[in-house]
């Protein structure tokens, strides 16, 4: 039997037409802030995927772009600045960011409530410890797409390929909150085979070109490839053989047009969500509907 193919751009889309709706009922325009160091074209690409999918739904998208010899402390004053402004709800920094700047100074010092990456240590540390928080947007998609396949997660053995704090770790902890039995495979992992064959749910993100070979997926499993790898011919492929596990799976995601689309899907929702937050903290006082950047 084929498997049910998880159509993430038809997804991403109607929770964007939902999110649209949501934002024209907050008593001001929500913000986000888009901060992008140096010109990687790939970079580049995102943050004005993200600026332009935040204008659609009625959010209002600042790009600040600086030169990519900008300094740490420059950047720090940046975001000091964001983080005091009061039409900024969620602050975003494009990784990787250039060597003199050191990431993990810079997340930190993002206002938890405006962190809507979820990378911040003390959103982490909220979803270790099961307490709401902002959560990292791919690992929310992720969850968004098993849902929508009707995934029955509590009690199934669930295996994520890939330990990274943006998307295995979280994916990893998602699951369990969702009483999944999860293992957390990685470049050690000694028969990463076996482990997929166990599994009912795979969560492939390691970024290696069609790893996950279709006598790795058990009849039936549902399969969600985060992995984006670029071919030689500039194609994409993600982390799984699609056409090797597409008939037996139970569901799996193409790439492109799986989890890719929900990523930006859920960083609009986290903007929505700390704006939302922020509305209802009464210290915070602005004008309604501010359009001022
Ligand atoms: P990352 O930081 O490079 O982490 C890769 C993980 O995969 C590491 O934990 C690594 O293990 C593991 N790994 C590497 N080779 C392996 C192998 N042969 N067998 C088993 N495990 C292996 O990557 P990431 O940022 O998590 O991203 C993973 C993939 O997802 C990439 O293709 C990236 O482009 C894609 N991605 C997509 C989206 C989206 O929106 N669709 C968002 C983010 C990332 P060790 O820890 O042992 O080194």
New binding site residues.
């Given amino acids: 039997m084929t498997a049910h193919i998880l159509d993430g751009k038809a997804l991403a889309a109607a929770l964007r037409a939902d999110l649209a709706q949501r934002a024209a009922k907050l008593p001001y325009r929500a913000g986000l802030a888009v901060v992008l160091v140096g010109e990687e074209a790939a970079s580049a690409v995102y943050v004005r995927n993200k600026a332009r999918a935040a204008d659609a739904i009625g959010v209002t998208a600042w790009t600040i772009r600086l030169p990519a010899g900008t300094t740490e402390a420059a950047l720090l004053a940046e975001i000091a600045r964001l983080n005091g402004d009061p039409d900024v709800d969620g602050i975003l920094v494009q990784l990787p960011l250039p060597p003199q700047i050191r990431p993990e100074a810079v997340i930190g010092a993002i206002d938890p409530t405006k962190d809507v990456d979820g990378f911040h240590p003390l959103n982490v540390g909220r979803l270790h410890s099961g307490a709401p928080g902002l959560v990292p947007c791919?690992p929310l998609g992720v969850m968004k797409l098993l849902a929508h396949a009707g995934t029955a997660l509590r009690g199934a053995r669930a295996v994520v390929?890939?330990?990274?704090a943006?998307?295995?770790k979280p994916v990893a902890e998602l699951l369990l909150r969702a009483d999944a039995t999860v293992t957390l495979?990685?470049?050690?992992?000694r028969d990463?085979a076996a482990e997929c064959r166990r599994a009912e749910v795979i969560i492939a993100?390691?970024?290696?070109a069609e790893?996950v070979r279709g006598d790795w997926v058990a009849n039936d499993a549902v399969v969600i490839d985060?992995?984006?790898?670029r071919r030689a011919d500039g194609s994409l492929v993600g982390?799984v053989a699609f056409d090797e596990c597409v008939d037996h799976a139970g569901a799996i995601t193409p790439v492109p047009g799986g989890?890719?689309p929900m990523?930006i899907a859920c960083l609009l929702e986290n903007t929505l969500a700390a704006a939302a937050a922020r509305r209802d903290q009464k210290s915070i006082q602005r004008p309604l509907r501010s359009q001022s950047p």
């Fill in positions: 791919t390929l890939g330990r990274s943006i998307v295995g495979a990685h470049s050690r992992t990463l993100a390691v970024g290696r790893l985060v992995g984006i790898n982390d989890v890719g990523t």
